[in-house]
């Protein structure tokens, strides 16, 4: 595949081509979307589409820290060496440095669906200009285009519901029944002192970059530590979050909401655990600060057997279809991104967003004929196809590994504690009686 690229070159005017030489197209590839402009520099860049934002956060939220592209395992990270996947030079993590980028990849994931031959300028942290590739290119001749032949650009996914500071009891979960939040993750949490905290939340954020989330939304810790602890570990890792404080038994949330404003990767959000937990009034209230904040207020609803139980009594009809690869896709990007409150900062391609992005390698056999793109990424993608990891505009992750923090050494500490963790908080398995 790469022989067949370089042989088949470029134009002079450094644009890709527009078709790949090793698979057909793929339906639904749009040919003409209309440019969007780069701004300038007195008028702000316009926000794409109509954002409706959501006072609560409910339910368990679309994937784990897995993902659609990562559901396949922990691969990723053995190709940083050689300098690109596979063995590949043309794309490289220097290419990503700088606070400008005009960058051409071969297919590009806009709301409407994939496109070729389109560029998107990528400034401070935004997208600024997206459109077809002569066209911005020709705009900006201060850039020089960085080409991502055989790759894909999508938005990151954004995991609409997580507990960063559990992640050293995901292996201690398997097979158990439901409510498993008053045997596992509960004492879990109140296990932990701050470093075991940070530690496990920084951990948590790594695996959620390296299944291609650039976002995440935190409903709260019980660990008896300040949340400023999980918010250090999620910046460090350069993972957006949402993250909340549990205000369960009345306390005033107004400090939280106010520490975090402006921040540029931290939202703040206030929770409550489940409805028990609180008085009605306490819940009215709440919701009523998230709303003048412009925050949401995230609760768990119908997670546990009995709950849903009760809940399907309710339901007249329900819609058993499964979709298609693009309502996954959107779910897994922008509407989750509206669920947690961010429809206007990410979730997609789009000027005036953010730039939470994933390069995503095609030439891969999974992907080996391609004919609709959009499915074939949420059922037969891996995370050791994901290239590059950048959010706000900034490269953090290269091959499933960061490049400005010591991933392997958080690895080997999260290996110690884990277990002391484990310890201290009396998890039990149980498993059933072999037979004799």
């Not at 939304?217 to 949340?227: F, L």
Request: charged residues 20%; hydrophobic residues 40%; contains cysteine.
């Amino acid at each position: 595949m790469a022989n067949q690229r370089q042989e088949r070159g470029t134009g002079g005017d450094g644009i890709p081509p527009g078709e790949r030489p090793d698979r057909e197209p793929s339906p639904g590839l749009n040919p003409e979307p209309q440019p969007q402009p780069d701004p300038s520099p007195e008028q702000p860049a316009p926000v794409s589409g109509t954002v409706r934002r959501r006072g609560l956060l409910v339910g368990m939220g679309l994937t784990g820290a897995g993902g659609l592209l990562g559901a396949a395992g922990l691969g990723g990270g053995e190709a940083a060496a050689a300098g690109g996947p596979h063995g590949k030079g043309a794309v490289r993590p220097e290419q990503f440095h700088g606070g400008a980028h005009l960058l051409v990849p071969e297919v590009l994931l806009l709301p409407d669906g994939p496109v070729r031959d389109r560029a998107v300028l990528v400034r401070d942290g935004t997208f600024r200009a997206i459109g077809p590739a002569r066209q911005l290119i020709a705009a900006h001749r201060d850039l020089h285009p960085v080409r991502l032949d055989g790759h894909l650009l999508m938005p990151g996914f954004v995991d609409a519901h997580h507990h960063l500071t559990q992640s050293f009891g995901k292996a201690r979960s398997f097979g158990r029944p439901s409510e498993i939040f008053k045997t596992v993750w509960e004492p879990l949490e109140h296990a932990l002192d701050e470093e075991s905290a940070y530690v496990s939340a920084k951990l948590a954020a790594l695996e959620a970059l390296r299944g291609g989330f650039t976002t995440v939304a935190d409903a709260g810790t019980r660990a008896p530590v300040d949340v400023g602890v999980v918010a250090r570990a999620t910046e460090e890792a350069g993972l957006r979050c949402v993250l909340s404080e549990i205000v369960s038994h009345g306390a005033d949330g107004q400090a939280h909401l106010g520490r975090w404003d402006g921040h540029p990767l931290v939202h703040p959000s206030l929770a409550i655990a489940v409805p028990e937990d609180a008085p009605g009034e306490v819940i009215k209230r709440t919701a009523d600060l998230c709303a003048e904040a412009g925050a949401v207020l995230q609760i768990h609803v119908n997670e546990h057997l009995a709950s849903v139980e009760r809940s399907l009594k309710s339901v007249a009809a329900g819609d058993s279809s499964c979709g298609a690869g693009r309502m996954w896709l959107e779910h897994a990007t922008a509407h989750s991104a509206d669920a947690v409150g961010l429809g206007s900062v990410t979730g997609e391609i789009a000027v005036g967003k953010a730039a939470d992005f994933l390069v995503v390698d095609l030439d891969v056999p999974e992907l080996t004929p391609s004919y609709d793109l959009r499915w074939e990424l949420v059922r037969l993608a891996h995370r050791d196809q994901i290239t590059a990891v950048v959010v706000g505009g900034r490269l953090r992750l290269w091959c499933g590994r960061p490049l400005d923090w010591d991933g392997p050494a958080l690895v080997s500490r999260a290996a110690e504690l884990g277990p002391e963790v484990v310890r201290r908080a009396g998890l039990h398995r149980v498993e059933p009686p072999r037979p004799a």
